[in-house]
């Protein structure tokens, strides 16, 4: 039987901001940590033996066990179970149970939940953690699947007790991240408990059956409870001053006792150089490199550019930062532009697979009409995208989209699939196959999504939850105006609205979902590919053919037609060759792209950064 | 004798020209019933820029700038980005006139009736959008976007018809189910052509593509080539098939039945004035 433990409510973003900046009393935290030798992967997507093999050597007491990763990896394809991963979570455990103990492989659906047990019996039994933290491509690892090892874990009361406390608060992780490749050194970190959420994803292979779970293997085996964590990250907003995020590095490294580590000496004996803001408009935070005695730097902290909290400390390559008006000079000496008109530049940090990760943000320079990349290493990069959130989704031909903060999900227009994705990689959670001709709209009303079959003429309601069926709508037409296709669904608060495209006859309507009946009926004004509402407002995914951008519009939904039409303006120019779908989770903007199968985020008007940092 | 008879007469023509204005009156009125924001939208920026390539062409055709009538939008020009649909850089001057209201194109057919000559030439455009409605889809109703207001076809006839003086008028009207308009000025001795971009019950597109890749509604695109003789980019449109070095109505109409793809062009002429009446000569 279960033993439900659990944690307090979570906190609010506001009370996790105060809690940031006001440190707790040492005596409230519980922290445990373990000191491991570093390695890395001696050969690509040998993440999974660098782990065990720095798992082993922090075994506790005299126990210590060093095997050669080339040993690890006959021993994982010798005892690997699922074929889709290079180690699965039976050939880690096979491993590490040579060197002693029982290992068990704990799977769970919840991080609170694993978490948990991460914590209880590291504080017991002080062995490190190996972990996986996601089996999709990212910036930071962009090989399919990635083991990293737990080192250290904190926490706002003692998990260890028996009976177990009934909850506790996730505070931050250390942990050792042997890097995606050969190239890349192993790194420390100690990730605050938010960003170690958006960190950590559950499996997402298909076959596999821990798909959807979040697995960790633990010595020694499994409790129940949970470690939950507070809040929500804050991703948009106005940014703090740069003094602000330089006092909240100071409280951080203090409240988190940061510098008692060795690798983060710096942060207790070296200085602050100039924060870097990085992705000003979304998930935007400052980089704060710390220097020893005018070296290089080699340790920074990471702050949230719209709270303060601390996201993250990391260890890195002795580098030196580039400065903005160093990157400006050097992307004009490129461009040829002696006398430029306006110049803007940024750091970004873009969500990519290959970039280099968040402590070396590349400064994108925009002359002109024309943008470039600037590294850190001052090579200057001709193409950049501006795009900083974009998700690459395995399906044949991306769709409609629909989403949450926490959930998003896409249709399939080619296999006829509605997919649940994650939010943090674009890999695929799970597929419903609704038996549906065409989908191609898709909109979610809080409990349930709606999606527009082009081809039966139907908005077909179901839980996203089972993939159940639910309400069957036909589609009306305005016949006054005419009908192309169907393009796009949304959910404005109480109805739903089709996008039709039919040329200068294109229309968005307001629909009844009990009836399915037209209540109001706009002409378009473009070429709708995709539509999404906050209620107040609506927006438009407007396709502007194969010369131009296809561009978002955004109206507000007045009573009178004519103060819609009067409200519209244009604010965002997309990237990709085929848009199909947009879509509002709450707080960003969503468009996808069927051409290139991705799904942008994007900050709508209403809330861009207000601390505008570009030189200009 | 004979001489001075030579002289005499292109003399009188000259001084005809000069001080009676009104003698080879051609005047138009151009709607374009929206207010264009943003440059190279699908569907939105076209408002402006087929209304500068119908200016252009009518520029081209003889029409003297104060005898084209341009209501658009707020009342003021859009300040696009393309040098080739700005209109100061095209005419030296703005083009529009008066601001798209119902009352403004009213007020604007008032204004030509007091110019207009017995002898006169009316040519009326129209661009936006269009509902069908009734038979066959054949009521239309057009639509004045930026205010918000509707002139049905009934209406349209009734405000042209302000114009009471006239040897012959066109209407060219580009919106969806704009066929609708044919019914209105289909009787015979009216002396009434129109053009219309598409059947009662078909919606009116953008051209799949153009030579300078601006946006332009399909029919605006190829209406304004085919009397032009040339496309925006200079290249020759072949649409003189009778060879006299000028395009008539009736010519433009088979140019377009030929080079749109998207919708079907209308004709109405029941006076049989189409393949005659040449926008570009002294007396269309």
Not at chain 1, 229 to 238: A, K
Request: charged share 20%; proline share 6%.
């Amino acid at each position: 039987m279960r033993h439900p433990i659990q944690l307090a409510l979570p906190l609010a973003a506001v009370a996790g901001l105060v809690a940031a900046l006001i440190p707790l009393p040492a005596a409230a935290e519980w922290d445990h940590s373990i000191f491991v030798t570093p390695s890395g992967p001696e050969a690509t997507t040998w993440c999974g033996p660098a782990t065990a093999q720095m798992a082993m050597t922090g075994y506790p007491g005299e126990t210590d066990c060093t095997v050669p990763q080339t040993d690890i990896w006959a021993d994982v394809v010798a005892h690997r179970v699922e074929a889709s991963w290079d180690t699965d979570p039976a050939a880690m455990r096979w491993v590490l149970e040579d060197c002693g103990g029982h290992w068990p492989v704990i799977s769970r659906d919840t991080r609170e939940e694993l978490m948990f047990l991460v914590a209880r019996w590291m504080g017991q039994f002080n062995y490190p953690v190996p972990i996986v933290v996601g089996t999709a491509a990212t910036a930071e690892h962009d090989h399919d699947e990635h083991w990293v090892l737990i080192t250290g874990i904190r926490t706002d009361v003692d998990p260890t007790p028996y009976p177990p406390p009934a909850t506790v608060n996730l505070i931050g992780v250390w942990l050792l991240d042997p890097g995606a490749t050969v190239a890349i050194d192993p790194v420390i970190l100690y990730k605050n408990a938010l960003q170690w959420e958006s960190f950590l994803q559950p499996v997402t292979k298909p076959a596999s059956a821990y798909a959807g779970k979040f697995v960790a293997v633990i010595e020694p085996p499994q409790v129940l409870g949970r470690a939950l964590i507070p809040g929500d990250l804050v991703l948009s907003g106005p940014v703090i001053p740069l003094e602000r995020a330089l006092a909240a590095a100071r409280q951080a490294i203090e409240r988190h006792r940061l510098a008692e580590n060795e690798a983060f000496r710096a942060l207790a004996e070296g200085q602050p150089l100039t924060p870097l803001l990085v992705n000003r408009e979304q998930g935007g935070y400052y980089l704060i490199p710390y220097s020893e005695q005018g070296r290089q730097p080699a340790t920074a902290v990471l702050i949230n550019a719209y709270t303060g909290e601390l996201l993250e400390a990391g260890t890195f390559q002795p580098a030196r930062f580039l400065t903005a008006e160093e990157a400006r000079e050097l992307a004009l000496r490129h461009l040829g532009r002696e006398k430029p008109g306006k110049v803007a530049v940024e750091a970004v940090y873009l969500n990519e697979a290959g970039q280099r990760g968040m402590y070396s943000p590349t400064w994108k320079v925009k002359v002109d009409d024309q943008v470039v990349g600037v590294t850190q290493t001052g090579t200057v990069l001709p193409r950049i995208t501006d795009e900083i959130y974009a998700l690459a989704v395995r399906s044949k031909r991306l769709a409609g989209i629909a989403g949450t903060r926490d959930r998003l999900w896409t249709t399939d227009a080619s296999t006829g699939e509605v997919l649940e994705v994650l939010p943090a990689s674009g890999a695929v959670l799970r597929r419903f196959p609704l038996d549906l001709g065409r989908p191609k709209g898709l909109a979610f009303d809080g409990s349930r999504l709606w999606v527009a079959d082009e081809q039966a003429m139907r908005i077909q309601a179901f839980d996203p939850d089972t993939g159940q069926p639910g309400r069957s709508i036909a589609l009306e037409v305005p016949r006054e105006k005419g009908y192309g296709s169907l393009e796009a669904l949304a959910w404005d608060g109480r109805y739903l609205w089709t996008a039709i495209a039919a040329g200068y006859s294109s229309s968005l309507n307001q629909i009844d979902p009990q009836t399915g009946q037209i209540v109001r009926s706009l002409f378009a004004d473009c070429d709708p590919r995709g539509l999404a509402s906050d209620g107040e407002r609506l927006w438009t995914l407007c396709y502007n053919g194969r010369n131009h951008p296809a561009t978002v519009d955004e109206r507000l939904l007045a009573p009178e037609d004519r103060e819609v039409v009067k409200s519209r303006r244009f604010f965002k120019k997309t990237e990709g060759g085929i848009p199909s779908g947009l879509a509002f989770d709450g707080e960003f903007l969503w468009y996808t792209d069927a051409q290139s199968n991705r799904a942008v985020r994007f900050v709508t008007p209403g809330r861009r950064g207000s601390n505008d940092s570009s030189d200009e | 004798m004979t001489t001075h008879k030579t002289l005499i007469l292109p003399g009188l023509l000259a001084l005809c020209l000069l001080v009676f204005p009104a003698c080879t009156p051609k005047y138009a009125v151009l709607l374009s019933t929206n207010e264009v924001i943003q440059d190279d939208i699908a569907i939105h920026s076209e408002w402006w820029y087929d209304l500068v390539l119908q200016y252009q062409m009518l520029d081209e055709s003889g029409f003297r700038d104060d005898r084209i009538y341009v209501l658009y939008g707020d009342g003021t020009d859009f300040a696009t980005s393309h040098a080739a649909y700005d209109s100061v850089a095209l005419f030296g001057h703005t083009i529009t006139d008066r601001p798209m209201t119902k009352a403004e194109i009213q007020q604007v057919f008032d204004t030509v009736n007091d110019r207009m000559r017995r002898r006169g030439y009316l040519y009326v455009w129209w661009m936006g959008h269009g509902s069908g409605s009734g038979a066959g889809l054949c009521d239309l109703t057009m639509h004045l976007s930026n205010t918000g207001e509707t002139v049905t076809d009934d209406e349209l006839r009734s405000y042209i018809d302000q114009v009471q003086r006239y040897r012959k008028r066109s209407v060219s009207v580009m919106t969806c189910h704009s066929g609708g308009l044919l019914d209105e000025f289909s009787a015979v001795g009216e002396r009434n052509i129109v053009l219309a971009s598409s059947s009662c019950l078909e919606s009116s597109y953008d051209a799949p593509s153009t030579c300078n890749g601006i946006l332009q509604a399909e029919f605006n695109y190829t209406d304004p080539n085919a009397l032009r003789q040339k496309n925006p980019c200079g290249a020759v449109i072949a649409s003189d098939t009778s060879g006299d070095g000028r395009v008539s109505l009736g010519e433009t109409h088979a140019y377009n039945g030929g080079a749109m793809v998207r919708s079907t062009p209308q004709l109405e002429d029941p006076d049989g004035l189409a393949a005659t009446t040449i926008p570009a000569k002294r007396r269309p």
